[in-house]
């Protein structure tokens, strides 16, 4: 039982009154006839997604950041942030350079910080965020279409690579290093890239899980929603490779070890969405227009009759090979 | 430094476009020309808000509980809820009561379970609520005005004499047992109760810190909202023991243990309120229409010039003595 069977077998029922409940990156409620809340909840625990003796600011940033995260793939305006905090101590120069790097990050996105709780106990952060779209705007897991182009934000695999740095299962050079950790500790929330995508992308996902993980959660949603099995996608290497190239480097030559950074490797907190070919040049414009890198990785192919998990081939050259649905499980 | 020194020097920040941030038992935000959106967050941890062997179906009615204590003090209507969760494995007989706890509460309430994070670690609980008031009509901490009666709901002190009972230091009969343990592991949420006092009561609080502590924070809230220092208050503990003894019982024969449940012991979850004198029969007669009992239990009084804590004297008989704001602190 991994935590999505846990999730849909204990924690789902099905919404009364609220336009989108459980299953995407937030929940859409009907606040006002014009715009829909968008809200979400993350939760962060020491050992887990961060180290003990990681730098305080970078925790308060990641803590928000990922959950700005959740906002972002829905193509939301974050608003409110809100921070439930256990701490085993109420250290004065932990708690100030925390609520610093939350404090500068919620103000470079204007977003009010209007509550929470504070409680003792083992570290543990539990941010939940507000914001907004106008109603039928949202970017949803369950869009995607056979054909769709499927686009990635940035370089995958850099976070990932931070953290093999981090255990030594890599040596990276200065300015490689560098990349990978500002990556792995501060991700930056693709807000500006999200809402810019309305009305163009099909599907969105933001990459927490590892990029192959998150695509078969937008396979999966969008099968379902079209009343049968997962779709089914191809995604290229070599787009991906370019990605981290540009992003600097030199990365390992280690190749078994990349590849399951840019393909398996969460953290990353890049946008993951899919949008009709004839949209090739609006996506394609949004670098300009946000200044985000974006690479098209792949297509969206039809659904395989009885698949249980979305089937999705690795185009590497001109070899096809079939890839697990692969991706970071906290329970299993 | 205690965790409101702690939220007020380290999670504070002026919002900037929320109608009210951090300070009140829930945020409000104007999402619509009618309505405001309240929201507010509560953490339980293991071994602090809960022992370790405590009924998973308890935990889950309480972490929902004590979150629709926060919007019933605001006088809100819930509509939502979100469920952060880190857990040190996936214990399915653990999951399926606890789960069902949390969801039987939701459907009384009408609340939908809209999602939430689902992670790894110390047992770690963090609900998210969501309700709905008319714009304007949310009952705040800072309204209590000189001359205002202050009432509370049920029988304050019943979770701490259940908590005295676990810890061996009392034994209650039978029937005094399951009331106090009743309240302390399965606390109803004063919903419609905080509905009705729309309009009716000048402040409200629920009380979880403990009766004096957050009659001080009202005081405090109000003194401020007038830009004065703290108001203060008198308390009278024969409505008090009124309540109590309407309870159930009998209760311990120990003065000091019962003294301190009722004025200091938290994990009550009724709601304490203020109204003008004139509003004496209509909050009378709210008994009869939500069925829960209510206490005029002392009157608001000016401020006194300089003080940093909010004078509260407590009557007994013809006694009339200081005591001080006491209440549950996480640290210091």
Same mark, same amino acid.
Not at 208 to 235: C, F, Y
Not at 263 to 274: I, K, N, P, Q, S
């Given at each position: 039982?991994?935590?999505?069977?846990?999730?849909?077998?204990?924690?789902?029922?099905?919404?009364?009154?609220?336009?989108?409940?459980?299953?995407?990156?937030?929940? =859409?409620?009907?606040?006002?006839?014009?715009?829909?809340?968008?809200?979400?909840?993350?939760?962060?625990?020491?050992?887990?997604?961060?180290?003990?003796?990681?730098?305080?600011?970078?925790?308060?940033?990641?803590?928000?950041?990922?959950?700005?995260?959740?906002?972002?793939?829905?193509?939301?305006?974050?608003?409110?942030? =809100? =921070?439930?905090?256990?701490?085993?101590?109420?250290?004065?120069?932990?708690?100030?350079?925390?609520?610093?790097?939350?404090?500068?990050?919620?103000?470079?996105?204007?977003?009010?910080?209007?509550g929470?709780?504070?409680?003792?106990?083992?570290?543990?952060?539990?941010?939940?965020?507000?914001?907004?779209?106008?109603?039928?705007?949202?970017?949803?897991?369950?869009?995607a279409?056979?054909g769709?182009?499927?686009?990635?934000?940035?370089?995958?695999?850099?976070?990932?690579?931070?953290?093999?740095?981090?255990?030594?299962?890599?040596?990276?050079?200065?300015?490689?290093?560098?990349?990978?950790?500002?990556?792995?500790?501060?991700?930056?929330?693709?807000?500006?890239?999200?809402?810019?995508?309305?009305?163009?992308?099909?599907?969105?996902?933001?990459?927490?899980?590892?990029?192959?993980?998150?695509?078969?959660?937008?396979?999966?949603?969008?099968?379902?929603?079209?009343?049968?099995?997962?779709?089914?996608?191809?995604?290229?290497?070599?787009?991906?490779?370019?990605?981290?190239?540009?992003?600097?480097?030199?990365?390992?030559?280690?190749?078994?070890?990349?590849?399951?950074?840019v393909?398996?490797?969460?953290?990353?907190?890049?946008?993951?969405?899919?949008a009709?070919?004839?949209?090739?040049?609006?996506?394609?414009?949004?670098?300009?227009?946000?200044?985000?890198?974006?690479?098209?990785?792949?297509?969206?192919?039809?659904?395989?009759?009885?698949a249980?998990?979305?089937?999705?081939?690795?185009?590497?050259?001109?070899r096809?090979?079939?890839?697990?649905?692969?991706?970071?499980r906290?329970?299993?």
């Open positions: 039982m991994d935590e999505f069977d846990l999730i849909g077998r204990y924690f789902t029922r099905p919404p009364r009154h609220t336009a989108l409940g459980v299953g995407d990156d937030a929940a =859409l409620i009907d606040t006002s006839p014009g715009f829909q809340t968008v809200v979400a909840t993350d939760m962060l625990v020491e050992g887990v997604h961060f180290f003990a003796d990681a730098d305080p600011r970078g925790i308060g940033h990641k803590s928000l950041a990922v959950n700005l995260s959740d906002l972002a793939a829905m193509g939301a305006l974050p608003r409110q942030a =809100l =921070l439930g905090i256990a701490l085993p101590a109420a250290d004065a120069d932990w708690l100030a350079a925390f609520s610093g790097g939350f404090a500068a990050l919620a103000a470079r996105h204007d977003v009010d910080w209007v929470g709780d504070t409680t003792r106990g083992p570290l543990n952060l539990c941010v939940t965020v507000l914001g907004a779209v106008p109603r039928g705007a949202a970017l949803l897991r369950s869009g279409r056979p769709d182009e499927i686009w990635v934000s940035g370089a995958p695999g850099l976070a990932a690579l931070g953290l093999a740095q981090m255990r030594g299962d890599c040596t990276l050079g200065g300015a490689a290093r560098a990349a990978a950790l500002k990556r792995l500790h501060t991700p930056e929330p693709r807000v500006g890239l999200g809402i810019a995508l309305r009305g163009i992308a099909s599907a969105c996902i933001d990459v927490s899980d590892g990029l192959l993980a998150d695509l078969g959660h937008v396979l999966r949603a969008s099968g379902t929603a079209a009343g049968g099995s997962p779709l089914a996608a191809e995604v290229d290497w070599a787009p991906l490779a370019a990605a981290l190239a540009a992003a600097g480097g030199p990365w390992p030559d280690d190749a078994a070890l990349l590849r399951n950074a393909l398996a490797g969460g953290d990353d907190y890049e946008l993951l969405f899919t009709p070919p004839p949209r090739h040049a609006a996506v394609a414009g949004l670098v300009a227009q946000t200044g985000v890198p974006l690479s098209c990785i792949g297509r969206v192919d039809h659904a395989v009759p009885d249980s998990a979305p089937p999705i081939h690795l185009i590497e050259g001109d096809r090979t079939p890839v697990a649905n692969l991706g970071y906290h329970f299993g």
